[in-house]
């Protein structure tokens, strides 16, 4: 005997229990703030997690994914800062128009205050090229050149003087 109230419920619990054991449908905008929210308390790991399941669910010309899209980033630069470098720049490459020269400033600047010169240079040197007259890139690249002949970093400085930034600028 079949109890006609029983099936649609029965569908309705398989249904949930199905998205529960995807992961659900994510509410982008919160997980973007639990990202930015966990990257104020020191937890990158726990940011990029929260910024990976709101780009799951966003596309690249939804309103909110750039906003993700950069957490990701700065979470990354923590973690790993050459893979954060690589995808700002291929996010550059293949989205242009949604980057900008603040964003190659904030990131390349945030990967030199973590000592990441390499792929800091990597990004702003990027930035520097699409953006030539930007002051902010160039005042960072400057910075990024002191604090190497602070050091006495050779390497460094030798990447710097390739891009024009030597002792006398």
């Not at 020191?42 to 596309?59: K, P, S, W």
């Not at 050459?82 to 980057?99: F, H, K, M, N």
């Not at 990967?111 to 702003?124: R, Y």
């Not at 953006?131 to 006495?152: Q, Y």
Request: one cysteine or more.
């Amino acid at each position: 005997m079949r109890h006609p109230r029983l099936a649609p419920a029965l569908g309705a619990l398989a249904l949930a229990l199905t998205l529960g054991a995807c992961g659900g449908t994510a509410d982008p905008a919160a997980e973007t703030s639990a990202g930015y929210a966990a990257l104020g308390r020191g937890d990158a790991e726990g940011a990029l997690d929260h910024f990976v399941d709101a780009l799951e669910v966003l596309g690249p010309d939804d309103p909110g994914y750039a906003r993700a899209r950069m957490g990701a980033i700065e979470a990354k630069a923590r973690l790993v800062p050459s893979a954060a470098a690589e995808s700002l720049l291929d996010w550059a490459a293949t989205r242009p128009e949604q980057v900008a020269a603040a964003d190659h400033h904030k990131v390349g600047a945030l990967l030199a205050g973590l000592d990441a010169f390499d792929p800091a240079i990597d990004v702003l040197s990027r930035g520097l090229e699409r953006f030539p007259e930007d002051a902010k890139i160039d005042a960072a690249l400057e910075a990024m050149h002191e604090a190497a002949a602070s050091r006495g970093d050779e390497r460094i400085l030798a990447r710097l003087g390739g891009l024009g930034y030597a002792n006398a600028r």
